[in-house]
């Protein structure tokens, strides 16, 4: 279980949407939040004259999310570039240091754990085309750069963009559960219309496990918002679709239950439903039996 952590976030503009400065309050890195139709105003600012790493985010038409990482002497200059050569991106997240100490070196072992910890958690597709070589860094500078790497990762992940950070199963509803694994985990399976799919429920939906399988046909009442997901994910590797078989070949995060029931199945699933547990039991009675555990008592008045 990690750490308890104070974070804040500035509004420079006082909008929500807008511009947004994010830093842990114990920490000297600070990260700001642009979107692209706001950069005019990040190049105002003095921050964006430093040396620092920044992460491009975007997605496809079928809203499949991309990022691009990188790093700068003058990460303001660099973006403006961007603004010219690459048409992906609708925001930019930028990790400077507080007291201005990083130097070339710090944002080019920067950019390379990002781009190690990204390819290794797989939420996005990136987009850098070669690959940052793990660059010399002197011992003391490259520990200080763990920290501020772990620093960046989190504020990201506040701000919406865990493109560092690997996926969590969340720990068994009911951990005096048999079948609950033995990190404390309680796998859920989705066995409908001939599918035999394994995966974790998470804070942020549900992470199908590589080897699981679907329908290869869609149902002629599905709506196409479910094929061209599924194209999107047999163009990135995700999943191998077959006259035989669907198979998931890594493992995947879907924002929801249903999300996945709908690409395993072929067509509108109701997933709170269809996934289970060993004992039968779906995800919304797992919930249910969660929350009466813990359910408090009001007292009249």
């Known amino acids: 279980m990690g750490r308890a952590q104070t974070i804040q976030i500035y509004l420079p503009s006082g909008d929500p949407a807008g511009l947004r400065i994010a830093n842990i309050t114990t920490r000297t890195v600070r990260v700001f939040e642009v979107p692209r139709s706001?950069?005019?105003?990040f190049l105002k600012r003095p921050e964006a004259g430093q040396v620092g790493v920044?992460?491009?985010?975007?997605?496809?038409?079928?809203?499949?999310?991309?990022?691009?990482?990188?790093q700068s002497g003058n990460v303001g200059a660099r973006l403006q570039q961007h603004t010219a050569s690459k048409d992906?991106?609708?925001?930019?997240?930028?990790?400077?240091?507080?007291?201005?100490?990083?130097?070339?070196?710090?944002?080019?072992?920067?950019?390379w754990l990002s781009l190690s910890r990204a390819i290794a958690a797989g939420r996005y597709i990136l987009l850098n085309g070669n690959q940052a070589s793990n660059p010399f860094t002197p011992e003391p500078l490259e520990a200080d750069c763990q920290e501020f790497i772990d620093t960046v990762a989190v504020l990201l992940a506040t701000l919406g963009a865990p493109v560092l950070d690997s996926v969590k199963p969340k720990p068994s509803m009911s951990p005096s559960d048999d079948e609950v694994t033995g990190n404390g985990l309680e796998p859920l399976f989705f066995r409908e219309g001939g599918c035999d799919a394994t995966g974790y429920q998470t804070s942020e939906g549900i992470l199908v496990l590589a080897g699981s399988k679907g329908r290869p046909g869609m149902r002629p009442s599905a709506r196409p918002g479910i094929g061209a997901q599924r194209d999107a994910l047999q163009a990135e590797g995700v999943i191998s679709v077959g006259e035989q078989n669907l198979v998931f070949l890594k493992d995947h995060l879907f924002g929801s239950p249903s999300a996945a029931g709908c690409v395993l199945i072929g067509g509108e699933n109701n997933g709170r439903i269809s996934w289970r547990n060993a004992k039968g039991q779906s995800i919304s009675d797992l919930e249910q039996l969660t929350l009466a555990s813990n359910?408090?008592?009001v007292q009249p008045l």
């Open 38 to 41: 706001l950069l005019s105003d």
């Open 54 to 70: 920044y992460y491009l985010f975007g997605s496809n038409e079928d809203e499949t999310p991309k990022c691009y990482i990188g």
């Open 88 to 111: 992906f991106w609708t925001r930019a997240m930028i990790a400077v240091s507080l007291t201005n100490e990083w130097t070339s070196t710090h944002v080019a072992y920067l950019e």
């Open 295 to 297: 359910t408090v008592e």
